[in-house]
């Protein structure tokens, strides 16, 4: 048996091992699919007006959030193969993630407080607030002029 043959044999040997692997992994991305089939139909789910009448918006958002963020772990995971990789994804991902958070944490007041400081003419021009919200800002502040859409006087073509 010369050199050639041997690692012939091995190359052979290793990939029947690599394809009973394979094997596996297909029946694993297979149930993570149907994982994913099942967490879309759940936020699909919300937009029922079943859903709307008789769970709070709170609960809601919280419950689009968790579904969200696990169908994105699954794929980062599995579809991504981030399961199997060495520890330096570890390396790229945690400071990532602190500097995202303190971002989110240092736009919290921006867009809290967005309409506390807005002139008139940008709170024309703003989006319509939610009922609760306006009238927590009307007890605040005095009421702003009513914007009057002035009637349009020119002729039309002829």
């Known amino acids: 048996m010369t050199t050639s043959d041997h690692s012939h044999e091995e190359h052979a040997f290793n990939a029947d091992s690599h394809e009973g692997e394979h094997q596996h992994d297909i029946r694993l991305f297979i149930g993570i699919f149907i994982a994913l089939c099942v967490l879309t139909t759940m936020s699909f789910l919300t937009y029922f007006p079943f859903w709307r009448t008789h769970v709070p918006v709170e609960v809601s958002r919280a419950f689009m ?10 794929v980062i995971m599995f579809f991504m193969h981030l399961k199997w990789e060495a520890n330096w994804k570890w390396v790229l991902t945690v400071p990532a993630s602190i500097m995202s958070l303190l971002l989110i944490l240092a736009l919290i007041p921006d867009v809290g407080l967005r309409f506390r400081h807005a002139s008139h003419q940008r709170m024309i021009h703003a989006a319509e607030r939610p009922a609760k919200e306006a009238s927590e800002h009307a007890v605040d502040h005095a009421p702003a002029e009513p914007h009057t859409e002035q009637p349009d006087t020119k002729k039309p073509a002829a």
């Open 65 to 74: 959030m968790a579904v969200s963020c696990t169908k994105a772990m699954l």
